[in-house]
């Protein structure tokens, strides 16, 4: 029979703990330790790390506790005017939002927070795993042969014989408190939702701090944590993101998950955040900055990532591949490195889940995953060219510099000269085996998320992507460059499957072409689609890319016999692949600081600039300051604006004047 451990039964085991049977009591011990010691360290951070809030959001009321199905059931609460917020619901979580901008959150992100909390359910199966705990609850079959272990989620076994040496079977379930379980950092939590989320969505969680720098958004995880009860495992943090991980730096107090989802850029905080992690532990990094990492401000990109973005069809795989780059040149800082596990660019944001090693030998090999982009800025071919390259010889190892470059002053295919953007990661996106048991996961309990269609649609074309090949064609640029019509998706793959390579779509547009094939076998294939539909030769007369390209003759001769496994899978299932943007979509503003609501500054604000078109210059011209402009003290710097509104009044005057409304007598 299993019992949860509350303060009224610590008591009591402490009082009895003499009469127990032998084999018992170093558990109970154990657990007893643990139990206070979380307490203490709980109470001792509460009070340290937390910021003394105003009166008027940090009165507390000793009410009664709400029903708490996850911990003692025994919390102070703060009294929340329900006229000052506004419920927000979410997954299995509930959220008093300010109405007030002074919080920040943004709806539009739902998809990004049920994704991250599948991706850390996984995560936490496969951890818990290693130490014989079994969860439940994420849609995958447990194994009945899998080892049976004591629970050590905050339960103890009740009185047993000694000689029963088989334990009962743990099983995690989410929302329950696991001793063994996870520590997580939500570095920038603003109202504390992704926090909560996780108490109430993952299981086997030891501990959740939701730290955030703003003592608004503070005071309102504060009221948020008891109101979804979750005081045993969530824990609110006053701190800077960046000092508060260098303060966890340490192998005893590094964490297993951090997740970063900033305002902007998270460049400030990666450096701290592959320390505090633990070794083999998880980051999850979000960039709301894609226009810096798309070609829209390279040396902007530059100061950030370390890294050239540029501007071209593939740019949303190329911010990806700047991020997972960046981040593994901080980490090699610390001889440690990163392995992608899911890498997606989803709405106005990338998004990545990264698991974090430590190895001195695999840091070394970093230089030979890292590349360089060298961009056609005529026709747009591509070519991806390593930095490093490892040779192998009688059992050792040699790290050398690439050779390069693979292309010369000008392009090949147009005569066109190059970009050169990077460094990138050129590695796989994604780990293919923990994909699919996401995707799994996800199938096969899609209750848990709103999003839960989307979720299926994309990953499943993720799986899809091919693992090796960097970048993408962009079919109505290929068709735009040669000046022809578009042709079908379908008859291009089958062409490239037809000679003999392979292809796939990419999650980050759905005309992609991602294929193994050279450059010029996808130019053969495009001059075979311009002789089966011939253009307009004066179409071409001063296109010089599209002239150049067409006047060679094609090396292979392409087939455009449609193949069955031309059409991937998740096209063939009508999945939710490519969603249309939401209503209200794109990045919120910042949170501000003011009493005005955003809604209310947006209707303050409509129309201004139609409203007041002539106060752009407000100071007086020369002649107003010598004494005789014939303005006098209307006189503004543009004259001609001035006419222009006199003739407006003049002309409002003519039509509100009786003559107008009923008509010229004479």
């Known amino acids: 029979m299993l019992t949860r451990l509350t303060r009224t039964s610590v008591k009591l085991l402490q009082q009895n703990l003499g009469g127990c049977a032998n084999p018992l009591k170093p558990r109970l011990k154990e657990l007893l330790y643990n139990r206070n010691i979380s307490a203490s360290l709980f109470s001792k951070s509460m009070a340290t790390n937390v910021g003394e809030t105003s009166q008027a959001t940090s009165q507390r009321t000793s009410t009664e506790p709400p029903s708490d199905s996850n911990g003692a059931g025994q919390s ?96 995690v379930q989410a929302g329950e408190k696991c001793q063994d379980g996870l520590t997580i950092l939500e570095a920038l939590s603003a109202t504390g939702l992704r926090a909560i989320r996780f108490a109430k969505e993952v299981p086997g969680i030891r501990e959740i701090v939701a730290n955030d720098l703003s003592r608004d958004a503070v005071s309102s995880i504060q009221k948020n944590i008891p109101h979804n009860g979750v005081d045993e495992l969530v824990m609110a943090n006053h701190a800077d993101a960046s000092a508060f991980m260098y303060q966890h730096r340490g192998k005893q107090v590094k964490f297993d998950v951090i997740d970063l989802d900033p305002y902007g850029s998270p460049s400030t905080f990666l450096d701290s955040a592959v320390q505090s992690v633990k070794d083999g532990g998880l980051l999850c990094i979000t960039c709301t900055d894609a226009a810096v990492m798309c070609g829209n401000g390279s040396e902007t990109c530059w100061t950030k990532y370390g890294s050239m973005s540029l501007r071209a069809k593939y740019c949303h795989e190329m911010a990806l591949r700047i991020v997972l780059s960046c981040l593994d040149r901080h980490a090699n800082r610390y001889h440690r490195y990163v392995v992608p596990l899911l890498s997606v660019f989803a709405d106005f ?68 000269t190059h970009q050169i953007g990077g460094p990138v990661c050129a590695e796989p996106l994604h780990d293919a085996g923990f994909v699919d048991r996401l995707l799994t996961s996800v199938q096969n309990s899609p209750q848990r998320f709103h999003t839960a269609q989307r979720m299926v649609g994309m990953l499943t074309v993720v799986s899809e992507e091919l693992p090796d090949c960097p970048m993408f064609y962009c079919l109505d640029k290929l068709a735009s460059v040669v000046r022809a019509s578009c042709p079908p998706l379908l008859a291009v793959r089958s062409a490239i499957l037809h000679a003999g390579y392979q292809v796939s779509l990419s999650h980050t547009c759905k005309t992609a072409v991602k294929t193994d094939a050279p450059a010029h076998v996808i130019w053969d294939i495009m001059r075979g689609w311009v002789k089966l539909h011939p253009i307009n030769p004066n179409r071409l007369q001063n296109d010089v890319p599209a002239s150049t390209i067409l006047s060679k003759e094609p090396s292979i001769e392409a087939n455009f016999t449609i193949r069955t496994d031309a059409n991937p899978a998740s096209r063939q299932k009508g999945l939710k692949r490519f969603q249309e943007n939401p209503p209200n979509w794109g990045p919120k503003a910042r949170a501000g600081r003011g009493e005005e609501s955003q809604e209310d500054r947006k209707k303050r604000l409509q129309g201004k600039r139609q409203q007041e078109p002539l106060d752009l210059k407000q100071f007086p011209c020369k002649r107003f300051k010598q004494g005789h402009c014939e303005y006098g003290d209307d006189c503004r710097y543009s004259h001609d604006l001035q006419d222009r509104k006199n003739s407006y009044d003049l002309g409002e005057q003519k039509n509100n004047s009786p003559a107008s409304e009923h008509g010229d007598k004479n």
């Not at 090693?357 to 005529?378: D, E, F, I, N």
Request: proline residues 4%; charged residues 25%; glycine residues 8%.
């Open 76 to 171: 102070e609460h703060i009294a929340v005017s329900t006229s000052d917020h506004t419920i927000v619901k979410e997954g299995r979580a509930e959220i008093l939002f300010p109405n007030k901008n002074k919080v920040f959150y943004n709806p539009v992100q739902e998809f990004n927070r049920d994704l991250t909390v599948a991706v850390i359910s996984l995560f936490a199966e496969e951890q818990l795993k290693k130490k014989g705990i079994s969860v439940g609850g994420i849609g995958l079959e447990q194994s009945g042969t899998e080892r049976r272990t004591e629970d050590s989620c905050s339960t103890i076994l009740g009185p047993q014989s000694e000689s029963q040496s088989e334990h009962t079977n743990s099983i």
């Open 349 to 416: 944001y990338c998004r990545v889940f990264v698991r974090v090693s430590t190895s001195q030998a695999q840091a070394k090999r970093s230089a030979s995953k890292q590349a360089m982009v060298y961009h056609c800025s005529g026709c747009e071919t591509f070519h991806v060219q390593r930095i490093g390259r490892i040779v192998e010889k009688n059992r050792s190892m040699k790290f050398h510099p690439g050779n390069g470059p693979p292309v010369g002053p000008n392009c090949e295919h147009c005569g066109a």
